[in-house]
Every structure is written in C-alpha cells, then in structure tokens.
C-alpha cells in the first residue's frame, strides 16, 4: 500500500513539473516556399499557470516584388497538458494589423490574412504530442506528423 502512495505521488509531482517547464513564453520560427512565394510564420507562445495562453503570429508573405511583412494575428485560450498529451483552445482571434506591405491590392491581403485567420477558426481545438520538453526547448508533433521546435524566450 505505501508503495502505491508512493507512486501515485510520484506521477502527480511529474505532471506538475511539467506543466512548470512548460509555463513561460515559447518562440519558433517556420519558412516555407510555395509556387514562388516565400511564407515566414513566426509563432509566440504564451503558457501561464493560470492554464491561459496568448498566441502571436507574425506572418510574412512574399512573391516577386510583392510583399506583406509581419501580419499580426493574435489569438487567446486555454490550454491542459497530461503526460506528452498538449490540449490547446482558442477561444478568441484578432487579425489587427501589418507592418509593411508593398506591391499587393488590399483585396489581397484581406485574403491573405483571412487564410491565416481561418487556420485558428476552423481549427480552434489543437492537440499535440510533446516530443522533447527541457528548459529550453519543446518539441511538438501534430496530427500531420509535423514537428514544430519552440525555444524558451528569455523575460
């Protein structure tokens, strides 16, 4: 029986500590290029206690000449971890502003923006495997195998 106890100490103290190691602010980088045009998604994480999170995407496109730098979407939930389970919802979305954009119609970027403004609508509950989780790095596999390595930001 005190062994039982024991373990079922220990398993409650892992949880917990990995829910400290993930608490904190995250930063990945992802570029990609598609038909010609070059996309840079820069994502900041947000993991607080309180098991809230914020979510800031600065996306930039650019095609030829044409470009939208830093496209600000930002978006608020809650989040759940459990062993190497990550349980992500968001339950709000902005698409405010961007910084600079050059050669492209406003009818395009509305598109551009709305693209990635759906990601976060039509897929509001996200769950993710925790691949790797040290201080400094955390590791994500999605449902599409895709590997995703945040890095701790520094307050």
Known sequence: MKYLIVITL???GLYGA?????????????????HGTRTIEKEYLSFNADHTFEIVFLVSVQKRESYVKDLRIEGKGIWKSRAN??????????????KEVYGVSEASLKQI????????????????????LTRQYLVTENDQLQHIRYERQLP
């Not at 609508?121 to 495997?129: A, C, G, K, T």
């Open 10 to 12: 220990l398993l409650i």
């Open 18 to 34: 990995e829910e400290r190691l993930l608490t904190g602010q995250w930063k990945s980088i992802t570029k990609s290029m598609n």
């Open 85 to 98: 389970i990550l349980v992500v919802v968001v339950n709000r979305v902005e698409v405010p502003v961007a």
């Open 113 to 132: 923006a709305d693209t990635f403004h759906q990601k976060f609508l039509n897929d509001p509950i996200r769950i993710v495997f925790i691949k790797t």
